[in-house]
């Protein structure tokens, strides 16, 4: 079967760096996207990673290591407004997404 | 601008009765998704559509039917036999040409609140 691990729930404080770990074991891997979600919105996109490495994107980064099947999705200087759930998502051999649970980010002041 | 509309954002409906949520998109994306999101849980897709006139079944197909008359458009009906209606129900569409890598970037819409009373 196809799986996609990530931790329900994290808490950090404003300003500071926070890393989200999400595992997979899919059939097939064609890409990891990682998207943001607001409460009672739709997820927006952050980031892809096809390729094994680190891409930054401002505060955010996403690292993947396909031999592992580890992706993580880091964010730094912390806001308020990252308070939301993050959700990543493997493209399988066919082309489909297969979706996390999606892990909830409490930021505290 | 290009985007996707849901509508309406709030719907609720007795027992027993079909629903029908909307979806347009004016992306001139092929491929069109649904997904249902339960409290605290991840997307589960309903139905998916590559092109117009066909569609397949997700996951969780049953209780729920939908048509793709027209590239822009994906209804999607909640059906009585849906035993647990009640969810937040997201539509997503998608280039969905395999052959541009594999960047198969979903975009959403806003979402549409489903409430059985």
């Known amino acids: 079967g196809q799986n996609i691990d990530q931790p329900t729930e994290m808490t950090a404080t404003e300003g500071a760096i926070v890393q989200i770990n999400c595992t997979y074991q899919?059939?097939?891997?064609?890409?990891l996207f990682w998207y943001q979600q607001h409460a009672g919105e739709a997820p927006t996109f952050l980031s892809y990673?096809?390729l094994d490495g680190l891409e930054e994107k401002g505060r955010f980064s996403s690292f993947l290591s396909r031999s592992k099947g580890y992706s993580y999705l880091l964010l730094k200087e912390l806001q308020m407004k990252d308070s939301a759930s993050y959700l990543c998502?493997?493209?399988?051999?066919?082309?489909?997404?297969?979706w996390g649970a999606g892990t909830k980010l409490i930021i505290k002041p | 601008d290009g985007g996707i509309t849901q509508s309406p954002k709030y719907l609720f409906r007795k027992e027993g009765q079909n629903v029908t949520l909307s979806c347009e998109q004016n992306?001139?994306?092929?491929?069109m998704y649904w997904y249902r999101q339960d409290p605290g849980q991840g997307l589960r897709l309903i139905y998916y559509?590559?092109?117009?006139?066909?569609?397949q079944k997700g996951d969780i197909a049953e209780g729920y039917s939908v048509s793709r008359e027209k590239k822009e458009s994906f209804p999607l009906t909640v059906t009585s036999a849906q035993k647990n209606p009640t969810a937040f129900y997201l539509c997503?569409?998608?280039?969905?040409?395999?052959?541009?890598?594999?960047?198969?970037?979903?975009?959403f819409g806003p979402g549409t609140r489903l409430t059985v009373l």
């Open positions: 899919t059939s097939g891997f064609n890409g």
């Open positions: 998502a493997v493209v399988d051999s066919n082309y489909q997404l297969i």
């Open positions: 990673n096809v």
């Open positions: 997503a569409s998608s280039t969905g040409l395999a052959e541009e890598v594999s960047y198969n970037e979903q975009f």
């Open positions: 992306l001139n994306h092929d491929a």
């Open positions: 559509s590559q092109i117009v006139n066909d569609f």
